[in-house]
Nanobody, 123 residues
């Protein structure tokens, strides 16, 4: 079982930056790819970014490309999402997730989820 805890959300003005962190309760190195998803009120949960277990390959939603960066520190069991040039449409609850499945840009592939952290971007 993997427990995930997100932190780092908050209120920021448009154009600002936030760094989200995800702490895993056990070693996720070796088997688990990690992803970040988000869900805005009244909308479906959507893929934001993902990273393979080794950190060698990253994937981004079109909305995140060029602005967000996912990274991981397997020694610390941590995953990060650096978000720059934030826009009001980035406002959502952001979730960290872990999976052993190969389709790491699909929410249904993920078995383990954190409780989410709220990101609010004001215009």
């Amino acid at each position: 079982q993997v427990q995930l805890v997100e932190s780092g959300g908050g209120l920021v003005q448009a154009g600002g930056s936030l760094r989200l962190s995800c702490a895993a309760s056990r070693r996720v190195v070796g088997n688990y790819a990690m992803g970040w998803f988000r869900q805005a009120p009244g909308k479906e949960r959507e893929f934001v970014a993902a990273i393979t277990w080794s950190g060698g390959t990253t994937y981004y939603a079109d909305s995140a490309k060029g602005r967000f960066s996912i990274s991981r520190d397997n020694a610390k069991n941590m995953v990060y999402l650096q978000m720059n040039t934030l826009k009001p449409e980035d406002t959502a609850v952001y979730y960290c997730a872990a999976t052993t499945r190969p389709s790491i840009i699909v929410a249904s592939s993920y078995a383990y989820w954190g409780q989410g952290t709220q990101v609010t971007v004001s215009s």
